[in-house]
């Protein structure tokens, strides 16, 4: 089990590395665009990948979960987890190749629904976008169950690299949005092709198994987790697009490029933590309440700090012509600390076997968002959208610490009582940061303010530092006995 355990540690530190390295050269890129396009045409790409991840998500049918759950309890070199790798690799394309299919005969919908020029000239990207974007995600949990951690990261840094490298040469060749979305589209081929030379056993079509039931039954409740998930997320973004158009998602889009940074490093350590869960079979009582309420704390730190940077950082980055998205950004900083703990949560109860619980967590956060969005869109914009979100996310945890602690009133608790010390500060804080027509360095005031409330309400503490400090360090010792291939 420790040697388990290393590996698994092993691979949240390569996965949330190489993401960070990913992440630099994805927002080197945004920042590029931002400049060589106008608003109204970096507004169309994003409206692009925004259908395109809804296709893609249509077809994953749930199975990157399914995956990483199934494989991370079978030996690598098993035929079992070559008969199970293929199967679930065959029916994923499959499935992705119908949903883009599905998506090609709304194209005249969406396109009277959003008629931008751009977006228009464009929407022929979406279905290769979409398909490659799913194998890419498939071929990726496939190596998260092989415990290929080493060849995961080095894929990650280097198919983002690539993409940069490839969208950032046609930028100043003029190409416009279009080399954006060949970045895209080169860089996932490549890395597919990558993984298929390095593991060849795996690409086969295989169309039977005798678990299928089981995967599509545990595969559909996630695929429903997904798929609401991802419309929670994306509600506001759609509204925000059809009420003021693709220069408004354009600010928007680039102020949550920041706060993403700490969900994306999130979302790389995501699969391998879900196998890490998986592999120990465990519950409640383990130490994952300690994770969750230590995570909620260090997370509302670095939230706190995005939002006294959030001016500096929107000029610097995109220029002066987004100024805009300053209070977006500071909003979406504290969305993103709740949001990272609901997914958290979710995890846990996917590892633990309550595929069905993760999927209730996420329907009353669904009606949320459409009424928020609808209601404080048209009025705010982009901050109204923002807004939504902060308080879908929010209802999100509260629910999200009943289904985890179960029928245990003290877990549920310390769940909640845990992730109120840290929300209400930073809820003070982005009142007073919106309200206000603050200076740099009275944000930093109230920064220095939220930080003593933190440790006030004790969602920060000198306990917490000792832990922590204690965790890495047995992580350093556990990680230096390991072969050199995990």
């Given at each position: ?279 120990q079979n465990s519950t409640y009582k383990n130490p994952q309440i300690t ?17 006294a940077l959030a001016q500096p950082l929107m000029t610097l980055l995109y ?13 979406l900083s504290v969305w993103v600390v709740f949001t990272i703990i609901n ?144």
């Amino acid at each position: 089990m420790d040697k388990i355990k290393a590996q698994y540690l092993l691979g949240v530190v390569l996965s949330g590395g190489a993401n960070l390295l990913g992440m630099g050269a994805s927002l080197l890129t945004i920042m590029v665009a931002a400049r060589l396009l106008s608003q109204e045409e970096l507004g169309s790409f994003f409206l692009l990948l925004l259908v395109a991840q809804v296709t893609a998500l249509f077809g994953d049918i749930g199975f990157q979960n399914t995956a990483i759950k199934t494989l991370s309890q079978l030996q690598a070199d098993s035929p079992e987890f070559i008969h199970t790798a293929r199967y679930l690799l065959t029916i994923a394309i499959a499935t992705s190749l119908l949903a883009c299919l599905c998506m090609g005969l709304t194209v005249p919908f969406l396109t009277s629904l959003w008629p931008s020029p751009n977006f228009v000239s464009h929407v022929g990207y979406i279905a290769p976008v979409a398909l490659l974007t799913t194998g890419m995600q498939t071929v990726m949990s496939l190596l998260v169950g092989a415990k290929q951690f080493r060849v995961l990261s080095s894929l990650s840094v280097g198919i983002e690299v690539l993409r940069a490298l490839f969208s950032m040469g046609g930028l100043f060749a003029g190409l416009g949005i279009s080399s954006l979305l060949w970045g895209m589209i080169g860089s996932r081929i490549i890395g597919i092709a990558v993984i298929w030379y390095m593991l060849p056993l795996l690409f086969s079509i295989q169309l039977r198994h005798p678990r299928s039931a089981d995967f599509l039954k545990f595969g559909g409740w996630l695929y429903g987790c997904s798929l609401v998930s991802v419309i929670m997320v994306r509600t506001s973004d759609t509204i925000l697009t059809t009420y003021m158009g693709t220069a408004a998602l354009a600010v928007y889009s680039a102020a949550m490029q920041v706060p993403s940074v700490l969900q994306r490093a999130f979302e790389s350590i995501r699969p391998t933590l879900l196998g890490y869960i998986t592999a120990q079979n465990s519950t409640y009582k383990n130490p994952q309440i300690t994770l969750i309420r230590m995570m909620t704390a260090l997370l509302a730190v670095a939230a706190t700090g995005l939002i006294a940077l959030a001016q500096p950082l929107m000029t610097l980055l995109y220029s002066e012509k987004y100024e805009a998205g300053i209070v977006i950004m500071q909003a979406l900083s504290v969305w993103v600390v709740f949001t990272i703990i609901n997914y958290l949560y979710s995890i846990i109860l996917i590892g633990n076997g309550q595929s069905k619980k993760a999927f209730v967590l996420t329907l009353p956060q669904l009606c949320t968002i459409v009424i928020a969005s609808g209601v404080l869109v048209p009025r705010y914009e982009g901050f109204g959208a923002a807004t939504a979100l902060v308080l879908t996310a929010f209802l999100g945890n509260l629910i999200g610490a009943r289904l985890v602690a179960g029928d245990n009133v003290s877990t549920r608790h310390l769940l909640t009582t845990g992730f109120l010390r840290a929300a209400i500060p930073l809820l003070l804080f982005l009142i007073a940061a919106a309200s206000l027509a603050s200076s740099f360095a009275l944000l930093c005031g109230f920064a220095g303010i939220t930080l003593l409330l933190l440790m006030a309400f004790k969602a920060v503490t000198l306990e917490d530092c000792k832990v922590l400090r204690a965790t890495l360090l047995g992580m350093g010792e556990r990680m230096s006995t390991l072969p050199s291939r995990a």
